[in-house]
Structure formats: structure tokens, C-alpha cells
């Protein structure tokens, strides 16, 4: 069973850096395809960045130039760096895996416990 780990949340202030880590057991992550999601609260959770077997990466609209999401297989970890953040970024920050790139969570059958950003203007 796979299971994941994220680290790396915080509080900081607009215009600063972040880089948030998901750390994976159980399984190899080279078999999935992997995404940052965040919710809000009040907000649905949504995709902010994927990546898929082959590296390739989309992001949302609101992060695109900012956000940057890797995956290291040999390390069985994903990150995403996150840069000139804003307190619409403000969220809980999960890492999930699944076998479709997809906007959807439903799609992801996997999911670390979340860990929280918050960015003061």
C-alpha cells in the first residue's frame, strides 16, 4: 500500500519562498502520477500541480510561473516549490498519487494527511 508524507508547510509572509516535500513508502512513485492539491476552507480541493510518469507538468492558472512541482523516483519523492506566494495561497496542502492524470480528486486514490501554508500579507 502506498503511503505518503508531506512536510515543508509553514507560516510566511507574501512574497516569500516555499518548498513543500512528499515523502512515499510502501511502493514505487514511478508507477503514478502524482499531484499537488489544496483546500481552503469553505473551498472544494483543487489541483494545483501534476506531473505524470513522463515528467510532464500542468498547473493550474492561478500558480503557473509560480509553482513548481518535481519528482525524484530514485527518492520516492515529489515536491513543489513554491514561489512569490500570496494569502490566496493559503491553504492545507495535500500530495496525492493515481494511475490517470486527472483534475479531478476522484481520480487520486492516494493522499498524505496534509500539511498547512499560511501566507500573511
Known amino acids: 500500500q502506498l503511503q505518503l508524507v508531506e512536510s515543508g508547510g509553514g507560516m510566511v509572509q507574501a512574497g516569500d519562498s516555499l518548498r513543500l516535500s512528499c515523502t512515499a513508502s510502501?511502493?514505487?512513485?514511478?508507477?503514478?502520477?502524482l499531484g499537488w492539491f489544496r483546500q481552503a476552507p469553505g473551498n472544494e480541493r483543487e489541483l494545483v500541480a501534476g506531473i505524470n510518469r513522463g515528467g510532464v507538468e500542468n498547473y493550474a492558472e492561478a500558480v503557473k510561473g509560480r509553482f513548481t512541482i518535481s519528482r525524484d523516483n530514485a527518492k520516492n519523492m515529489v515536491y513543489l516549490q513554491m514561489n512569490s506566494v500570496s494569502p490566496e495561497d493559503t491553504a492545507q496542502y495535500y500530495c496525492?498519487?493515481?494511475?490517470?492524470?486527472?483534475?479531478?480528486?476522484?481520480?487520486?486514490?492516494?493522499w498524505g494527511q496534509g500539511t498547512q501554508v499560511t501566507v500573511s500579507s
Open positions: 510502501g511502493r514505487a512513485l514511478n508507477s503514478y502520477v
Open positions: 496525492a498519487a493515481g494511475y490517470i492524470s486527472s483534475w479531478s480528486s476522484n481520480q487520486y486514490p492516494y
